[in-house]
């Protein structure tokens, strides 16, 4: 049985939306990170870094939500959540699943670990919210929505007509400049982005409605 180590919605939404994309069966394991439950040494054991998610399954234990995505649509190739490797929609594919990791979501981080993170769970404990980096990760989002805009301009998903995995990547990612405040109405292409992807029953059932 494929387990998840979550605490809904951070970044543990991304494995749990491709779970319901895929229609697996799955255990969740709430990680209470206000409870301070990613430190103990059971879940240090399976995550080292002390964050959510993780996947346990019969076979193997993994984490990055990145990695977790592509690793279970890699493993359904029926479900047609990724292009064949090696074509050029994979190269795009690709693309869109790493700017998610390493272009959005720190700049979306930077902005809230300076603004909204509570103060009793900045790390390292006793850090503060500084204004200037809280203004650089917003100033670094907003470089980055107006080329997801731009791309996203004329499709609906960031292959084209089809979603894929690099949509719940991306997507999730949204998801969080939505929650922190960063999107404030400013970007409408990204805005109906995100609410046709809420519109799957398969983001329905991990964010609910
Ligand atoms: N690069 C990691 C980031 C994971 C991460 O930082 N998760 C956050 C929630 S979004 C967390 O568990 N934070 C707990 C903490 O900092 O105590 C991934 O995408 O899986």
Known sequence: ???????????????????????????SHIVELSQGQQDSDDYRKIHPLGV???LTTGTYSMFESVAIVLQLIDEHPQ????PP???AER??????????????????MMFFDNTLRPLEHMRPPGA???????????????????VL???????????????????ILVGHSCFMARHVGLMDGNYPVLDAYYERLMLRPGHRRAYGD
């Open 85 to 87: 490797v090696g074509t």
């Open 1 to 27: 049985m494929i387990e998840l180590h979550e605490y809904p919605p951070t970044r543990s939404q991304r494995a749990k939306w491709a779970l319901e994309e895929l229609e697996l069966p799955y255990e």
């Open 91 to 108: 190269a795009t594919y690709y693309q869109w699943c790493v700017f998610a990791a390493s272009e959005m979501d720190p700049a979306i």
């Open 52 to 54: 959510v998610p993780a």
């Open 128 to 146: 503060l919210h500084e204004a200037g980096l809280a203004e650089r990760g917003r100033y670094d989002f907003n470089i980055r929505a107006d």
């Open 149 to 167: 805009s731009k791309a996203l301009s004329d499709r609906d998903y960031l292959l084209g007509k089809d979603f894929s995995g690099a949509d």
């Open 79 to 82: 479900k047609e959540l990724a």
